[in-house]
């Protein structure tokens, strides 16, 4: 038998305990988008992303940098935009300027229902972190997540 590292113990923990948090989370939020809006969190997820987008350098996204984003695999991302786009929620269109690069943008009723479903993306996550705070071993946690500035967004690597 091995002795085991406390430090790596530790890690080890610390990751369990975030694991559990993100669980209960997307649970939360999932329960709250189905209900009230049809959509799954992958799929607000990837309309708030592209709803983002903007004309000029930089503001498309390639399908990996979505991929990135929505932190789904290549292949599963492209599954998803095309649900939402049989859904009328978005369009793909070919990059004017590399024929060989896809754009995807939200259409006019994806933005509607991004809008409608925001407050409830919002209040959900809310209350799964208020619940969250409520545990001794997620509290340092959720401290953590509310403590990082909202203006620092995580946007996606550049594509290379």
Do not use: F
Not at 97 to 126: H, Q
Not at 131 to 142: C, I
Request: proline fraction near 5%; aromatic fraction near 4%; charged fraction near 25%.
């Amino acid at each position: 038998m091995t002795a085991t590292d406390p430090a790596l113990t530790a890690l080890a923990n610390g990751w369990a305990a975030l694991y559990v948090l993100y669980g209960r989370i997307e649970a939360h939020l999932e329960r709250a988008l189905q209900s009230g809006h049809g959509l799954s969190v992958r799929e607000y997820s990837l309309l708030d992303v592209l709803s983002r987008q903007h004309d000029g350098d930089g503001g498309h996204l390639q399908m990996k940098q979505v991929a990135d984003a929505v932190v789904l695999s290549q292949s599963a991302t492209t599954r998803l935009v095309t649900r939402l786009e049989d859904r009328g929620l978005l369009s793909r269109y070919l990059c004017p300027t590399d024929r060989r690069g896809i754009y995807t943008d939200v259409s006019e009723a994806g933005l509607k229902l991004l809008e409608e479903a925001r407050p409830t993306n919002d209040a959900a996550l809310r209350e799964a972190l208020d619940e969250a705070a409520r545990n001794p071993e997620l509290a340092p946690l959720v401290t953590a997540v509310e403590a990082i500035d909202p203006a620092r967004r995580l946007r996606p690597e550049p594509a290379r």
